[in-house]
Nanobody
């Protein structure tokens, strides 16, 4: 079992920045592919970014490329999402997730464990 707890969400003006963190506990964090997802009201959950266990491979949704950066610190059992140049359309609940399957995945079905989510609101 892995427990995931997100933090760092909040209200920010368009063009601003936020840094989300996801603290993991339980089984060794370094063995998991990790991902960030988001879900806006009335919309499906979508993949934002993902990173392999070593941090060597990453994925970004086209909508966030060049603005968001995913990273992980395996020594601290923590996943991060640095979000810059935020736009109102980035408003959503952001979730971190862990996958026991090696590789990069964008489909939520590949992720076994989920955090409770943190709200990000970007005002125009």
């Amino acid at each position: 079992q892995v427990q995931l707890v997100e933090s760092g969400g909040g209200l920010v003006q368009a063009g601003g920045s936020l840094r989300l963190s996801c603290a993991a506990s339980g089984r060794p964090f370094s063995s998991y592919t990790m991902g960030w997802f988001r879900q806006a009201p009335g919309k499906e959950r979508e993949s934002v970014a993902a990173v392999t266990w070593s941090g060597g491979n990453t994925y970004y949704a086209d909508s966030v490329k060049g603005r968001f950066t995913i990273s992980r610190d395996n020594a601290k059992n923590t996943l991060y999402l640095e979000m810059n140049s935020l736009k109102p359309e980035d408003t959503a609940v952001y979730y971190c997730a862990a996958s026991t399957t090696r590789g990069i995945y964008t489909d939520p079905m590949w992720y076994n464990y989920w955090g409770q989510g943190t709200q990000v609101t970007v005002s125009s």
